[in-house]
């Protein structure tokens, strides 16, 4: 098996930049809201959504929901829930932080999801968005970066599991 290393795309200074861009943009947008509920994707999302959060300096909470796009259907695009919010959202604010929006089914299923629980307001904050990819648009309040099609890893994001903890986003290139 050939060793897959990645190489650096957005480096952790120019994600740190960007998280601290996006808080501030959250604070100003949800300012004299009583509580913003920041729904986190499992588990891509969860390194994003921890210094997001901590950049906030709005009332809020964190709650985690797990979905899954189910093997072999990337072209249906077929989403299901693994694991469910805690809290029930009626009439809260609520900002769903995810980490990648490749072709938008993922999103757009659970923005879906969600809106029927009746919010008092519903929107989206993504670190990064493969453009290209769209087959589904979603609209994204709040948005890091758009990237190319390329596999990233890094920051909460996998490839077959690994690299999720690495501090940078990087490319996964597997080497000849
Ligand atoms: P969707 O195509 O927008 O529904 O994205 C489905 C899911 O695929 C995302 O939430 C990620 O979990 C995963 N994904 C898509 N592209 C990448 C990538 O480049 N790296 C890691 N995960 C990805
Ligand atoms: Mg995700």
């Given at each position: 098996?050939?060793?897959?290393?990645?190489t650096?795309?957005?480096?952790?200074?120019?994600?740190a930049?960007?998280?601290?861009?996006?808080?501030?943009?959250?604070?100003?947008?949800?300012?004299?809201?009583?509580?913003?509920?920041?729904?986190?994707?499992?588990?891509g999302?969860?390194?994003?959504?921890?210094?997001?959060?901590?950049?906030?300096?709005?009332?809020?909470?964190?709650?985690?929901?797990?979905?899954?796009?189910?093997?072999?259907?990337?072209?249906?695009?077929?989403v299901?829930?693994?694991?469910?919010?805690?809290?029930?959202?009626?009439?809260?604010?609520?900002?769903?932080?995810?980490?990648?929006?490749?072709?938008?089914?993922?999103?757009?299923?659970?923005?879906?999801?969600l809106a029927?629980?009746?919010?008092?307001?519903?929107?989206?904050?993504?670190?990064?968005?493969?453009?290209?990819?769209?087959?589904?648009?979603?609209?994204?309040?709040?948005?890091?970066?758009?990237i190319?099609?390329?596999?990233?890893?890094g920051?909460?994001?996998?490839?077959?599991?690994?690299?999720?903890?690495?501090?940078?986003?990087?490319?996964?290139?597997?080497?000849?």
């Open positions: 098996m050939s060793e897959v290393r990645p650096v795309l957005i480096d952790e200074a120019t994600i930049a960007k998280v601290a861009e996006l808080a501030a943009q959250i604070d100003r947008d949800y300012a004299g809201v009583d509580e913003l509920i920041l729904v986190g994707v499992l588990k999302a969860f390194i994003f959504l921890a210094d997001l959060s901590r950049k906030l300096t709005i009332p809020r909470a964190v709650d985690f929901i797990a979905l899954s796009t189910y093997a072999n259907s990337t072209t249906t695009g077929a299901r829930m693994i694991m469910d919010l805690r809290r029930n959202i009626e009439g809260k604010h609520v900002l769903v932080v995810e980490d990648i929006v490749d072709t938008g089914h993922t999103l757009a299923y659970l923005m879906k999801n029927t629980r009746q919010p008092a307001s519903l929107a989206c904050c993504a670190l990064v968005r493969k453009a290209e990819r769209t087959e589904v648009e979603v609209p994204l309040r709040y948005l890091g970066f758009d190319p099609n390329v596999w990233v890893v920051y909460g994001l996998d490839w077959a599991e690994r690299f999720r903890t690495l501090p940078y986003i990087g490319v996964v290139t597997p080497e000849a």
